[in-house]
């Protein structure tokens, strides 16, 4: 049963271009993630909050940007996409703590052209 | 720094075999350990985790993995495969409150 919800489910555009991709999720949990899934399947995370506080900020380009509104959302924005951000962009949440699982979306396809 | 190798890239296996599926981890203690599956265009799914107590957990769907202190391995094992279980399986390690690190993955083709 699905619990985190993202959209879109696949995204073309353009290089240059603003996308921004939406997370929700309906469990209750106080932390969200957004994973970057490339073509090898390589799983990196980008950032993570926990009740609306940014706690994990990896090494990202500055053009990407989460956005939080409450704890049960997580949105990803993209302020001018490069080709190399073709990916599968993936959020997941948990509760706080390393024994928590993280229950993950579908995911979000982008194609950059 | 926490870290974690799956060193097959792919395994086949026949429907009905055994199944294997190798991960060792890089940490000077006992991280939290996890194995995800992630099936074809969906997310990742949570098979099982360990942190303390019996080296042998049990997951969902028949699969379990063995944690080796000694071997710094996390192998996960099936009994018997089906081919609904074809997917890429993910090890993952986290210590204390660091990011949940994922393994590159092994992409599981379970043949007829």
Redesign the interface.
């Known amino acids: 049963e699905t619990a985190?919800f993202q959209t879109p489910n696949y995204h073309v555009t353009q290089v240059g271009n603003e996308v921004s991709f939406n997370c929700k999720q309906t469990l209750g949990h106080d932390t969200m993630y957004w994973y970057k899934q490339d073509s090898?399947?390589?799983?990196k995370?980008m950032f993570?909050y926990n009740n609306k506080q940014l706690i994990?900020n990896?090494t990202v380009p500055r053009r990407f940007s989460p956005q939080s509104s409450d704890k049960a959302h997580l949105n990803l924005r993209i302020k001018s996409v490069e080709p190399e951000d073709s990916a599968v962009y993936?959020c997941?949440s948990s509760r706080l703590?390393?024994?928590n699982?993280?229950y993950?979306?579908?995911?979000t396809r982008l194609s950059v052209l | 720094a926490q870290s974690v190798t799956q060193p097959d890239a792919r395994v086949t296996v026949s429907e009905g075999a055994s199944l294997q599926l190798r991960c060792k981890y890089s940490y000077s203690a006992t991280p939290y350990l996890f194995w995800y599956v992630q099936y074809p265009r969906q997310g990742l799914q949570m098979l099982l985790k360990y942190y303390s107590g019996d080296p042998v957990v049990q997951g969902v769907n028949g699969f379990e993995a063995e944690f080796s202190k000694s071997d710094s391995s996390f192998h996960l094992r099936k009994a018997s495969v089906h081919w609904s279980d074809s997917a890429v399986y993910f090890c993952a390690v986290r210590a204390g409150y660091n990011k949940l690190t994922f393994g590159k993955g092994t992409v599981l083709l379970v043949s007829p």
């Open positions: 985190v090898k399947k390589l799983l995370i993570s994990v990896e993936l997941a703590g390393p024994q699982t993280l993950f979306g579908a995911g």
